[in-house]
Every structure is written in C-alpha cells, then in structure tokens.
C-alpha cells in the first residue's frame, strides 16, 4: 500500500504573477514563502535550492525489503525538482537518493515515467565470477533478483500514478 501527501498545487497554477505562494501557512499548515532544500544525491554533491515542497509519496509496508518515496519540488525559478529515493532493510543494500530538474511539467512527468527502478540493482551480486557456484545456484539469484525488480517496478510505478492522479485532481 502506498501514500500519497499533496502539500499544495503545482507552482504554475498557484503562483500570483510576481511568484509569491497563493496559500497562507495560517489555512494550510505549509510554510508561506520558500525553503532551502538540501537533497542528498548518491554518487553526486547535494542538490541545494529554493523552493517549496509539492507533494510527497512512500510505498513503505512493514515486512518489506525495500520501500520508495518520491517527492516533488517546485522552486522560485519556476522549474521542478523530483527526487526517488529507494530504502532497504537489507543488510548488503544501500539505500539510493536520485534528484533530477525539470524545466516544466510535461518535463517533471517525463522524469518520472522514465525512471527504470531495474537500474536500483546491482547484478553484480549474482556470482557470476565465482568458479565454485553451481549454474542452479546462479539461476536462483537470478531469479530472486529478478522478483525484486518486479516488486520494485511494481511499488515505483503505483507511486508515479497515484502522483499523477493527485496532481491532476488538485
């Protein structure tokens, strides 16, 4: 099961023309002008800019391996920042933070509908350089593996299209 927050509308319909937030923290809880986001990337510096918090989704179960959260960020500049971040349990997993810009919407959904959940896994791990694993045994990670990327294209796609509904509905 997976969660989804809208915190606010998207920036291009809830923007007065000189950019201020259309929303006052007193009726909605959000915070009236922007924030200073620091966003840990992996295998890159942090991300740091301006902006406000769109919405936020996680597909976290109890008793799963791993979980997704994905948030979107709408900055001053007017353009987009999405960030997917994978969480495991698993002792030899890393959890992954991926941040990607966008310069508008079509560019944000884009972003999101291209991101390959696969690419999350290391295929490395399947022996395949140790002489003494037996070919059933190599089949059966490859199997396993496979279940995760199944599970993990699965979490990360219910999360992209409950987004997008509440995107559009708001």
């Known amino acids: 099961m997976s969660r989804v927050t809208v915190l606010e509308k998207p920036a291009y319909e809830s923007m007065r023309s000189h950019g201020e937030p259309m929303m006052s923290s007193a009726s909605t809880g959000i915070p009236e002008g922007p924030e200073i986001f620091h966003l840990r990337c992996t295998g890159s510096r942090s991300r740091i800019f301006s902006g406000t918090l769109m919405c936020s989704a996680i597909s976290y179960v109890p008793g799963n391996a791993f979980w997704y959260e994905i948030s979107l960020y709408s900055q001053v500049s007017g353009s987009y920042v999405v960030t997917v971040k994978r969480f495991t349990h698993d002792e030899e997993g890393?959890?992954?933070?991926?941040?990607?810009?966008?310069?508008?919407?079509?560019?944000?959904?884009?972003?999101?509908?291209?991101?390959?959940?696969?690419?999350?896994?290391?295929?490395?791990?399947?022996?395949?350089?140790?002489?003494?694993?037996?070919?059933?045994?190599?089949?059966?990670?490859?199997?396993?593996?496979?279940?995760?990327?199944?599970?993990?294209?699965?979490?990360?796609?219910?999360?992209?299209?409950?987004?997008?509904?509440?995107?559009?509905?708001?």
């Open 94 to 170: 890393i959890d992954l933070f991926r941040v990607f810009d966008a310069d508008d919407m079509d560019s944000l959904v884009s972003a999101l509908e291209d991101y390959e959940p696969a690419d999350d896994f290391d295929g490395s791990q399947l022996g395949l350089d140790d002489m003494s694993a037996s070919a059933n045994e190599i089949a059966l990670k490859a199997v396993g593996l496979r279940l995760k990327i199944e599970e993990a294209r699965r979490q990360y796609g219910d999360l992209v299209g409950e987004i997008l509904y509440q995107l559009a509905a708001e």
